[in-house]
């Protein structure tokens, strides 16, 4: 078999190819990101860079399809966003090689915040209240009659990019005002949520016409940034709600290929809320593979045409860290001015205390990835440890699903 995978720069893309290649597949990866540790892995047989994802998607996706047509692939796997952008020529992939995903409308709009709000609803699933100005201006006034903490995000986002938890009901409107000028959502104003606080519960699941086939369910231990992001420690655990809700939305959606939800358990009442839906793979894909979860695997035989059988129950109390994601959680927290110094020491102890863990990345067997990344840690330190830092890595992860639909309105510059 010979696979082309499109990797951003991430422990998933790596995780990916190195599972294909213990699958017997030949892998060929495609990036936008000349510093992308993921090509020096001994699992790539060969590298393409291509256009950046976020700045020329069409440049990217005519640089995939281009490679395509050159030679003669099994599959072509998407890891991460890009996923969202080669949905949209999905027809012209398949004339080449297998694909699965479901359409770009379909997925677009499953990753939609907003319409997260139809949806859940549709499919008996909890989210907490949520509020959709038309306006900034009726936003501010909304914030103004609030006196709650609230969660402020982008209607399309991933990884926490653009949101931001607000404690404190007085700085709300100033707080709101200055995501909508960074990220220049003044056509789209942000959503105002309830915050729910306790405990973030992530699901990975691998359906095929809308029913469940293997999932893993864990619980976020750390995340960065520290109020809510990506986890850089988690731990699988045994949530039969979430799991509930995942096959409700699944079946809702008639869903088949990856698809990931976080939940945010309420400490007081102990219930879900689904607050995200990313529907593509994601990093507890990792932790899934040493809680005897094998969805690669099982995506593989998927796509060779193979009938899926429900893959076994995940083994609970796994470990799983992402160790220089887990020292930024411990470098943000120790520079953080909210919390006193007995605050701090207490994550410096939590952070050191070492219980039996997997590790996302380090392989004694392929460690090029792992040095390539850390060379690439040290020379952006100064800009890691800002307050911008995690922009730094999320930037040629992401697709601007506004700017792209507006391109390809442009027929002078469709991709072929």
């Known amino acids: ?132 100005p038309d306006s900034v201006e009726s936003a501010f006034r909304l914030l103004k009659e609030l006196n709650s903490p609230v969660v402020i995000k982008p209607r399309v986002a991933c990884n926490a990019h653009g949101q931001k938890i607000v404690s404190d009901p007085d700085r709300a409107i100033w707080e709101y005002g200055q995501i909508v000028k960074k990220y220049q959502l003044e056509q789209q104003p942000p959503l105002i949520q309830q915050y729910i606080k306790g405990s973030l519960i992530c699901t990975v699941n691998l359906a095929v016409n809308g029913e469940v086939k293997g999932n893993v369910v864990f619980k976020a231990l750390r995340t960065v940034p520290t109020s809510g992001g990506t986890s850089s420690y988690r731990i699988t655990v045994d949530e039969p709600e979430a799991e509930l809700f995942d096959a409700r939305l699944i079946k809702h959606f008639n869903w088949t290929g990856f698809i990931s939800f976080d939940y945010m358990r309420d400490d007081t009442t102990g219930q879900l809320y689904l607050i995200d839906c990313n529907p593509r793979i994601a990093p507890g894909v990792i932790l899934g593979h040493f809680a005897g979860v094998d969805l690669m695997g099982a995506f593989v035989d998927l796509i060779n045409g193979k009938e899926l059988e429900r893959l076994p129950k995940q083994k609970n109390g796994v470990r799983c860290k992402l160790q220089f994601l887990d020292l930024g959680w411990l470098l943000y927290s120790l520079t953080d001015n909210t919390l006193s110094a007995k605050e701090k020491w207490a994550r410096l102890r939590t952070w050191a205390k070492r219980e039996p863990t997997f590790l996302d990345m380090e392989d004694i067997r392929d460690m090029k990835p792992w040095f390539a990344l850390w060379a690439f840690l040290l020379r952006n330190l100064g800009r890691l440890l800002s307050p911008e830092g995690g922009e730094l890595f999320l930037e040629h992860f992401l697709f601007d699903e506004e700017k792209f639909r507006q391109e390809v309105a442009q027929p002078q510059v469709a991709v072929r």
């Open 1 to 132: 078999m010979k696979a082309l995978v499109t990797t951003p720069a991430s422990p998933t893309s790596l995780f990916v190819v190195r599972r294909l290649k213990e699958l017997g597949c030949k892998v060929t990866v495609v990036d936008s990101h000349s510093r992308s540790f993921v090509s020096y892995s001994n699992a790539v047989d060969k590298r393409i860079v291509a256009p950046s994802l976020l700045y020329s998607p069409q440049g990217f996706a005519q640089a995939v399809i281009d490679e395509l047509k050159r030679e003669e692939y099994s599959f072509y796997f998407p890891v991460l966003e890009c996923g969202f952008l080669m949905s949209y020529y999905r027809d012209i992939i398949q004339q080449y090689t297998k694909m699965i995903s479901m359409s770009f409308e379909e997925i677009t709009y499953a990753h939609n915040k907003n319409a997260m709000r139809e949806y859940a609803q549709a499919a008996g699933v909890r989210i907490p209240r949520t509020e959709a």
